[in-house]
Antibody
Framework: QITLKESGPTLVKPTQTLTLTCTFS??????????VGWIRQPPGKALEWLALIYWDDDKRYSPSLKSRLTITKDTSKNQVVLTMTNMDPVDTATYYC???????????WGQGTLVTVSS | DIQMTQSPSSVSASVGDRVTITCRAS??????LAWYQQKPGKAPKLLIY???SLQSGVPSRFSGSGSGTDFTLTISSLQPEDFATYYC?????????FGQGTKVEIK
């Protein structure tokens, strides 16, 4: 059974760096074809893809946010970490991590974590 | 970058109705399209991948079709649990892109 869960701060101040951790079980990020992505959703708005890391450490980023994002994995801990620098109130959103395999559609999602950016 | 446009943005329907949602890609994506269902306060749920492949456990009243730039999600007989927001997503190339969503509401 594949599960994912996001963790991190619920409130960050403008200009601070956000660090989110996705802890998963039921699969290994060393298995060929497997990837973990991050997607966010501002309140009442649509989904926005942020980043994706594959089993072979191939990393992909949203071009509009690439300069602010870093995605890494710790295979031994079954974790993927996303950092986003220079946070702004417009970055207030629910952040999801999700599993993919042999493609770029996401078949398992975490429950999401709401991050509010406010001073 | 590929842009995804869904229509309509919302639809009012009754239980038992047939509902069709369309998704258009700004350039051809072959059959690399996924559909998700999202209920309030919940994570999205994958319904369809590769344009027409039903994800395991998803009821057969959901179906997807299309290729190239034009795609359709059809709910053959709307059930009470189907009232939700639906998103398409192109999976052809990076960056990944989602549509703006279609809300299916009770008539």
């Amino acid at each position: 059974q594949i599960t994912l869960k996001e963790s991190g701060p619920t409130l960050v101040k403008p200009t601070q760096t956000l660090t989110l951790t996705c802890t998963f079980s039921g699969f290994s990020l060393s298995t060929s074809g497997v990837g973990v992505g991050w997607i966010r959703q501002p309140p009442g708005k649509a989904l926005e893809w942020l980043a994706l890391i594959y089993w072979d450490d191939d990393k992909r980023y949203s071009p509009s946010l690439k300069s602010r994002l870093t995605i890494t994995k710790d295979t031994s801990k079954n974790q993927v970490v996303l950092t986003m620098t220079n946070m702004d109130p417009v970055d207030t959103a629910t952040y999801y991590c999700a599993h993919t395999r042999y493609g770029v559609h996401f078949d398992y999602w975490g429950q999401g974590t709401l991050v509010t950016v406010s001073s | 970058d590929i842009q995804m446009t869904q229509s309509p943005s919302s639809v009012s329907a009754s239980v038992g109705d047939r509902v069709t949602i369309t998704c258009r890609a700004s350039q051809g994506i072959s059959s690399w399209l996924a559909w998700y269902q999202q209920k309030p306060g919940k994570a999205p749920k994958l319904l369809i991948y590769a344009a027409s492949s039903l994800q395991s456990g998803v009821p057969s009243r959901f179906s997807g079709s299309g290729s190239g730039t034009d795609f359709t999600l059809t709910i053959s007989s709307l059930q009470p649990e189907d009232f939700a927001t639906y998103y398409c997503q192109q999976a052809n190339s990076f960056p990944v892109a989602f549509g703006q969503g279609t809300k299916v509401e009770i008539k």
